[in-house]
């Protein structure tokens, strides 16, 4: 029964979908070295936004061990969060494989104003890893119409009494930190330092540097490559301290001291040498005077899982050995030193880069457009020798109204293979991914040794206590319990019927208390609203006690957003510009943008509890009123439809009453009730009959009425045997619109066709032969336009691809 209530799908994956990934995931569930973590990316169509649009997303969950599409969780929520941490949007998105999709309307209705947001994105299941398994993403939302003055940064005037403060405001204008690889500095052991400067508000900037000792006699000099990051290497000499001079480009200065020096210790390094991964311990002689020949042990680890342990027996001060590659994982992995007694010395995170038998392919049929003019995608996954690498790809096609692209943002290469596995925030972490980039494994290596691992999540896995833990949802859950009115004591077998209601779908469900009365109704799929009947009976069938239900909606986690200052960088003065102009041009108002249009229809008559009736009838209150009471009215207008007879009707026991009876929804658990209902205040009556009626009622016939009292002018009896509530199921997600000149829409076209997101397609899969194509029509808009591509492999491998285009008359 539960399986003919189940959402309706815009998207099927499809047969050849789930042959090609089907094997993957076998493979990825026999895996169970580590806890089944999900990890959770969303690529959005852009990350800038005008009030009055909409924002379009695609879901990944992958497992985190292996990055592969982990078909764990149905349910996402995915959360917009305003700058003063307030949710003022959230769907329940389904997930199906791994895969989902939806969309936010940035309207004023949904109190959306011009600001910094946070989009969230978590499982119920990853509740139990905390914050770090919680995707986020900052996105920007504008108001193209609102006055010039709210895009540019204001400068207060310094108050006398503040100028005394400015020389420790300079001296605090950035800071530097210094970061020993392995984690500390020993004398007479050649050590590399890695550092990153920021300024106040945690910003990189780039520094030059020299580090002198405690007899200010120079030792090297530094200066940042990439972010403020960079690295030196010296030789720490006994009885010696050290400190940096720095100076940024402004000239400003500052003094920094490095950490004190060891006497004795270990240390790790990594170096790439000629394609080979080469891991070292080095030591000084006092160290292995002390302890000769000492047995130590490298651990490697990758996502929590150890891929290589290996003991190596130091009888010199430095010893290496190569890391092997068809051991090693790409993305991040923790090396740590540990000594006899299991003791950890030295550790360093470290990235490694594989090359994968994959050629995906991103190309358009032109390299320039006629405005309006049809353009076609071309998109193909397939291995070197030609043949298909199964994938899943979300597709997005931008204006990138006059404003160039480094392709810097994060995404879903950047996210996976390290934003993930690292501590804090990356600043531009596309950077690290750009192929066209010689530099980006340096400086990628630059940013491990200077912002720290995620080493606290991966070491103190917790054992989850399945009582209490956060469960795995497949789907939505209502459950409860049943007790005696006006006491705690629990029913224990008696029957309830669950009834739900929507627009499209109908089901009914049954459950049974346990001997601690509490019954449940596991793993509903529904989409948007629904209504919910539920009653219950005990084992002789008559309505007895008081249904006490759980909470239904998931409370959300609790939101920590930092405060801070947000100044609009010039990029963005850049696009409220140009999009102004560009509005203005082909007439787009704000009226036109930013209110939603409501389509109004008239309603047909329909009880969310049972459909649509067989038989409705209008009272009429003069005729009511001419009758004793409302049985006799019943009598007189029924007759030919059902039969309505006063002694059966007075019965005691509602199961001897020839149907069932609904009054204001509620249903009716004797005559005494229905003799209750005055003919004068009597609006509508609905016959409904069925085997759905008999299933959900007890019996074939129902007679709904409905009376006044349901607007306030009678007080209405709530029976506790029953509930009757609106649910919110799973976000059907809208179908992005794109003009066909052949099915023109006037209403529609007049806008989209300056549109800033020109296409949105979330799911994008190659046939068999490796290739697939969209078509879309472009804007008006003379303009250079960016495809992106993102998605993954059925072999956990993240893609992302950009091109670009012009559209120009």
């Known amino acids: 029964m539960q399986k003919d209530f189940i959402c309706n799908k815009k998207y099927v994956l499809g047969l050849l979908w789930v042959v090609f990934f089907l094997p993957f995931w076998i493979k990825a569930q026999d895996k169970k070295s580590i806890l089944d973590i999900e990890k959770i990316y969303l690529h959005t169509d852009r990350s800038t936004y005008f009030v009055g649009e909409d924002l379009w997303y695609k879901a990944y969950n992958v497992r985190a061990s292996n990055n592969l599409l982990f078909d764990n969780s149905n349910i996402l929520y995915v959360e917009l ?26 309207q004023d209705s949904l109190g959306v104003k011009p600001g910094k947001y946070q989009l969230r994105a978590y499982t119920n299941w990853n509740r139990n890893f905390g914050e770090d398994f919680v995707f986020k993403k900052d996105i920007e939302i504008i108001d193209v119409f609102d006055s010039k003055e709210n895009t540019k940064v204001t400068q ?10 400015r020389e420790v405001a300079k001296q605090n204008a950035f800071k530097v930190e210094f970061f020993p690889e392995g984690g500390s500095l020993i004398e007479n052991v050649s050590s590399v330092v890695g550092f990153k400067a920021v ?27 990439h ?17 940096a001079k720095i100076k940024t480009s402004t000239g400003t200065e500052i003094r920094q001291e490095l950490p004190n020096v060891l006497q004795q210790g270990y240390l790790l390094n990594f170096r790439t040498i000629k394609g080979r991964n080469v891991i070292s311990i080095n030591t000084n002689q006092a160290t292995l005077l002390q302890n000769p020949n000492t047995q130590l042990t490298v651990v490697c680890k990758a996502k929590g899982n150890s891929y290589l342990e290996t003991a190596q027996t130091l009888t010199e001060t430095s010893l290496s050995f190569e890391l092997p590659k068809d051991k090693t994982p790409e993305g991040i992995s923790q090396i740590t030193l540990f000594d006899k007694t299991n003791r950890p010395h030295s550790e360093r995170l470290i990235y490694i880069e594989k090359e994968h038998d994959l050629e995906v392919e991103l190309s358009t049929d032109n390299d320039t457009y006629e405005p309006n003019e049809k353009a076609i995608v071309y998109v193909s996954s397939k291995s070197k020798e030609g043949l298909l690498k199964s994938a899943s790809f979300s597709l997005s096609v931008t204006d990138m109204n006059g404003v160039e692209d480094a392709n810097f943002d994060s995404n879903i290469s950047s996210y996976f293979l390290m934003e993930s596995d690292i501590k804090g925030k990356v600043n531009h972490p596309g950077y690290y991914f750009d192929t066209n980039n010689p530099k980006r494994l340096e400086h ?8 720290g691992w995620r080493d606290f999540v991966w070491k103190s896995m917790p054992k989850l206590d399945e009582k209490n833990c956060f469960k795995v949802e497949k789907g939505i859950t209502i459950s409860g319990r049943v007790k005696q009115v006006f006491a705690d004591t629990p029913l224990v077998n008696n029957n309830l019927t669950l009834a739900l209601m929507s627009k499209k779908n109908h089901g009914i469900f049954n459950a049974t208390t346990d001997a601690t009365g509490r019954f449940q109704f596991e793993n509903l799929l529904f989409s948007d609203k629904a209504n919910m009947y539920l009653n219950n009976v005990n084992e002789k069938g008559k309505f007895r006690g008081e249904i006490v239900l759980d909470s239904i909606e998931r409370t959300p986690m609790f939101v920590r957003l930092k405060k801070e200052i947000i100044l609009l960088p010039e990029t963005t003065h850049s696009v409220v510009k140009n999009v102004s102009k560009k509005y203005i041009a082909f007439g787009i108002k704000p009226e036109n943008m930013l209110k939603e249009v409501e389509v109004k229809a008239k309603k047909n008559k329909i009880n969310p509890f049972y459909g649509v009736p067989d038989y409705s009838y209008k009272v009429n209150k003069i005729e009511a009123n001419k009758f004793y009471n409302f049985v006799d009215y019943l009598e007189q207008e029924l007759r030919g439809v059902v039969s309505v007879n006063y002694d059966s009707i007075v019965a005691k026991d509602a199961s001897k009453m020839p149907f069932a009876v609904l009054i204001d929804g509620f249903q009716a658990v004797s005559g005494d009730q229905l003799l209750s209902v005055s003919p004068d205040e009597a609006l509508r009556i609905e016959v409904v009959s069925g085997i759905h009626i008999r299933e959900l009622y007890g019996k074939l016939t129902l007679v709904s009425i409905f009376t006044s009292a349901k607007d306030g002018q009678r ?8 509930v009757n509530k609106e649910l919110e199921g799973f976000y059907t997600a809208r179908t992005f619109y794109s003009p066909d000149p052949e099915k023109p829409n006037p209403e529609l076209d007049k806008n989209v066709g300056v549109r800033n997101t020109i296409y949105w397609n979330p799911y994008v899969h190659p046939d068999k032969s490796g290739n697939t194509n969209v078509n879309f029509y472009n804007t008006k808009v003379e303009t250079k336009v960016k495809v992106a591509l993102e998605g993954i492999t059925g072999s956990g491998i993240p893609v992302v ?3 670009y285009y012009n559209i120009k008359k």
């Not at 307030?86 to 309307?105: P, V």
């Not at 972010?227 to 290497?233: N, T, V």
């Open 227 to 243: 972010d403020g990051m960079g690295k030196f290497q010296f030789v720490p000499m006994e009885s010696k301290k050290y400190y």
């Open 801 to 803: 691809k950009n091109i």
């Open 81 to 106: 969060i305003s700058s003063d941490a307030k949710i003022i949007a959230r769907n329940k998105t389904n997930l199906e494989m791994g895969l989902g999709h939806g969309d936010f309307a940035l």
């Open 199 to 225: 300024d106040r508000n945690g910003k990189p900037i780039e520094i030059i540097g020299e580090l002198l000792d405690s007899n200010n006699e120079l030792v090297t000099t530094f200066e940042s490559v």
């Open 715 to 722: 007080k209405k009896i709530v029976p506790v045997y029953a």
């Open 156 to 165: 207060k005037p310094v108050l006398e009494s503040q100028k005394s403060n």
């Open 444 to 451: 990628l290596d630059n940013l491990l040794l200077t912002q």
